[in-house]
């Protein structure tokens, strides 16, 4: 991560803090104001720290906050955030992330009822503290138990967003080392499961005791938890496990497919082995002669173990994409052609400063245009989000002029005048038709009424599905992964109301959100609707949520033909124009 992204998780929390310590509104937003910025920086931060005044020109950036900054380039500390760290209970900071929990809610706890964790939060809505508070009603302290269940239940899961960066350096750092061959992750991470357990790491190395020294002497290891001449494990800084394993370079194939599971899928395979007259196991596809002790320990050579592609091969099945091993995915039936990252030319999904973004409709045009897309929709909230700026009416017209006139200005791609309209929990739309009919693609969005029940939540979004104007149901559910389990519509209706009317449903590629989620895609391909997948990017780095979009679309089944994405320029201009 670049010295910007972990400065700004570090104003990040320093506001958040200063906001349970109960400081100045004011204060805090100018704080916040300079995490915005420094994500958005892009150069060498520690050169404009080190030019006089520099950081002081830059837009939102103050004088004390400047000279933060310059402090956390000296020495990596800003000294306010270690003393607020040190005044504030360490278990309110877990607090903050459960949903419905803001920091101004946590400091209240913390002073007034004596709030210091989870635990202790529970004890206070077991006890009635909770209710005693001045405005603290019945239905804010079940919405705060509800979230409190539900993230329990995740709490040992790590997202896609945080794991796959990890394993990615981890890999990139563990391959640098003398001897070693290959490093690859297994597992739910290779299978693209929006949430996993712990990072499996495979390797194959003429030395592995250097190999296991680099992963335990890591610096950002906390733990290690078993290491031997061929298998360690760590728990690191960021709260995850990380095994690794050294298999043999010929029997690397048959350790990947062991350990990248899923285990209904394993057990698949080795039944279909079995019915054929072999054994399979992490050492390779054997022959099976009836002898129990296991067939490498006898010297045997196994029959295909090298590749994955040869095992499959050897049991005459055809390949199966790690994102396609999950019970429910038949052995037999050859996987659809699956969409990739590569497939992607457009994303219809974003933000700019106009709502609640963090760049302008240019700086979002440069950013789509690197990534080689022919077209990008510019799609700011409509004025019931009043949290993230909806725009008015007015403000929308101009905005629409706006975006027409950075389009007419650059060649390279096509700037696609939208909103992103919200969906009343009745299923009113935000904006007139009228004005609909100015925008060159609609998308709609539930934000508000996400506890409705799932009966309402049907009508609502198949009303959002089936108005002539919209093009795109984003982020279906609202569902935040591991903070809020969203709506829960009755996606058979919701889905065939979808195909009925040509509504596109987005598979919103945030790591946090990944909504439309896996089995609702599969759900949705069957009925013939068509998907898109989009970032809802709000800055720069937002733009790289792609590939976890495109990864939810490959566990459903995806393929390039049913993505609006893949369309070139003048098959999507057809389909909006439908
Ligand atoms: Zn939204
Ligand atoms: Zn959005």
């Known amino acids: 991560m670049s010295d910007q992204r972990v400065l700004a998780t570090e104003f990040e929390m320093l506001a958040a803090l200063m906001e349970v310590a109960g400081q100045n509104a004011f204060k805090v937003a100018a704080v916040r104001r300079v995490a915005r910025v420094l994500e958005d920086f892009e150069g060498d931060l520690r050169a404009v720290a080190a030019e006089p005044g520099a950081l002081e020109s830059m837009d939102g950036v103050g004088k004390s906050s400047a000279s933060k900054i310059r402090q956390w380039c000296d020495d990596g500390t800003i000294a306010e955030l270690d003393t607020l760290r040190g005044e504030i209970p360490a278990g309110l900071v877990p607090l903050l992330d459960v949903s419905g929990l803001g920091p101004k809610t946590v400091g209240r706890l913390w002073r007034e009822a004596d709030v210091t964790d989870h635990a202790s939060l529970r004890a206070a809505i077991d006890d009635g503290r909770l209710a005693a508070l001045p405005r603290m009603g019945a239905k804010t302290i079940a919405n705060i138990l509800d979230s409190l269940n539900f993230a329990a239940q995740s709490a040992d899961r790590t997202s896609i967003g945080r794991a796959l960066p990890m394993a990615e350096s981890l890999a990139e750092d563990l391959r640098s080392v003398d001897g070693v061959h290959r490093v690859e992750w297994a597992g739910s991470l290779r299978r693209g499961c929006e949430t996993i357990g712990d990072i499996d790491l495979l390797a194959t190395t003429s030395e592995p ?8 002497r890591r610096p950002d290891v906390t733990k ?31 350790a990947l497919l062991y350990f990248t599971g899923s285990k209904e899928h394993n057990v698949a395979l ?21 002898d129990e002790t296991p067939p490498q320990d006898r010297g045997m050579s196994p029959l295909a173990s090298v590749t994955e592609a040869d095992i499959y091969q050897a049991l005459d099945l055809p390949w199966h994409p790690p994102e396609l091993r999950e019970s429910h995915d038949s052995l037999d039936a050859a996987p659809p052609d699956l969409i990739d990252q590569g497939d ?33 929709a510019i799609t700011d909230h409509s004025k019931s989000s009043v949290q993230a700026g909806g725009l008015d009416e007015q403000r929308l017209r101009s905005h629409i002029d706006d975006i027409r006139a950075v389009d007419a200005s650059l060649s390279e791609i096509r700037l696609l005048a939208g909103a992103e309209v919200d ?32 009966k309402d939540a049907t009508k609502r979004l198949v009303a959002a599905v089936s108005h002539p104007l919209i093009h795109i149901l984003v982020h279906p559910t609202g569902r935040i992964i591991g903070r809020r389990p969203g709506l829960e519509p009755d996606m058979d209706a919701l889905v065939a109301a979808a195909a009925e009317h040509g509504t596109a449903l987005e598979i919103n590629a945030n790591p946090q959100r990944l909504d439309l989620r896996d089995r609702h895609v ?3 391909l069957a009925a013939g609707a068509r998907i898109t997948i989009n970032t809802d990017a709000h800055a720069a780095a937002h733009f790289d949520f792609m590939r976890y979009g495109v990864v939810t679309g490959r566990r459903g089944g995806l393929t390039a033909k049913s993505c609006i994405n893949a369309y070139s320029a003048s098959e999507l201009m057809d389909w909006l124009d439908r």
């Open 209 to 216: 005791a250097r190999l296991m020294e680099r992963l335990t």
């Open 224 to 254: 290690v938890l078993a290491s031997g001449d061929t298998k360690a494990s760590v728990r690191l800084e960021a709260g995850i496990q990380v095994d690794l394993r050294v298999v043999d370079r010929e029997a690397f194939g048959a």
């Open 270 to 290: 080795r039944h279909a082995a079995n019915t054929r007259g072999m054994r399979l196991n992490e050492y390779g596809l054997f022959k099976d002669d009836g």
């Open 344 to 376: 992607i030319r457009c994303d219809l999904h974003t933000h700019t400063t106009a709502s609640d973004g963090h760049l302008s409709i240019a700086d979002m045009a440069r950013e789509a245009i690197a990534r080689g897309y022919h077209t990008l």
């Open 423 to 454: 969906i009343h929990a009745d299923g009113r739309l935000d904006y007139d038709d009228d004005l609909l009919a100015e925008l060159d693609i609609v998308l709609a969005a539930p934000h508000v009424s996400l506890r409705q029940s799932p």
């Open 522 to 524: 599969r759900k949705a």
